[in-house]
């Protein structure tokens, strides 16, 4: 599976980014499709997931009520949608794939794009 990002940039702080994500190969195996993030000098964190078939969605506490996630499956595309962002949202934004459920603390996605730089500015 090939995941492919894009939509990252520099936003002011209570602005808004969308986050697209491409995905190619063995789709099917997939269960969910989702985002995590790493900021300088941290670890990565988990932002949202989907479940490709069900549609179920989940969110990390920092960005519940202000990030959105969606899909679409004929495009097999996977979207961010980015509202009411802070300087704390500031990281470099990696499309997840995995073949297991995403949102359980401890995952570690087994497919990985190559990440999206989204900065917001004070």
């Known amino acids: 599976v090939q995941l492919q990002a894009s939509g990252g940039g520099l936003v002011q702080a209570g602005g808004s980014l969308r986050l697209s994500c491409s995905a190619s190969g063995r789709i099917s195996s997939i269960r969910d499709m989702g985002w995590f993030r790493q900021a300088p000098g941290t670890g990565r964190e988990f932002v949202a997931s989907?479940?490709?078939?069900?549609?179920?969605?989940y969110y990390g506490d920092s960005v519940k009520g202000r990030f959105t996630i969606s899909r679409d499956n004929a495009k097999n595309e996977v979207y961010l949608q980015m509202n009411s962002l802070k300087p704390e949202d500031t990281a470099v934004y990696y499309c997840?794939?995995?073949?297991?459920?995403?949102?359980?603390?401890?995952?570690?996605?087994?497919?990985w794009g190559q990440g999206t730089l989204v900065t917001v500015s004070s």
């Open positions: 997840t794939a995995s073949l297991g459920p995403m949102a359980v603390v401890g995952t570690i996605p087994s497919y």
């Open positions: 989907i479940e490709r078939r069900g549609g179920t969605t």
